[in-house]
C-alpha cells in the first residue's frame, strides 16, 4: 500500500478568514482519522498553492496523492485549471499517483446536508 495524503482544495479569497471552514473540515478529519495525512492547499490569494502542497508531500515520501475539490460543483476550474497543474505535477513526479476526486458539493450526502440547513434557516 502506498503512503498517501488527502488535499482539501479550494478557491481562496483575498480575506484569510475565509479559509476557515476549510481547516474546519481538514480539523474534523484529522480528528477522525489521525493516521490520514490531510492538508489544505488553494487555487489563488492563499497559500500554499496545489504545486506548492503537493510537492511537499512528495518530499515526505507520500506516493499517492489525492485532490478534494472543496467546490459546490465542476465549474471552470475544475474543467481546466486543475487538471492542467495535476498534469504537471505527473509530468515533473511520474512515480507519484495524482487522484482528482468529484467537487464535494456534487456528492449526494453534502447535497442533502444543503438542503437541511436550507429547510433550518427558513423555519422548517
Known sequence: MSKAALILFAHGARDPEWAEPMRRVGAALRQQAPELRVELAFLEFIQPGLREC?????????????????????????????????????????????????????????????AAHALTVAGG
Request: charged letters at 25%; aromatic letters at 4%.
Open 54 to 114: 503537493a510537492e511537499s508531500l512528495l518530499g515526505e515520501g507520500f506516493e499517492r496523492i489525492v485532490v478534494l475539490p472543496m467546490f459546490i460543483a465542476r465549474g471552470g476550474h475544475l474543467k481546466r485549471d486543475v487538471p492542467l497543474l495535476l498534469d504537471e505535477l505527473r509530468r515533473g513526479h511520474p512515480r507519484a499517483c495524482f487522484e482528482l476526486a468529484a467537487a464535494v458539493g456534487e456528492a449526494e450526502t453534502i447535497v442533502q446536508a444543503m
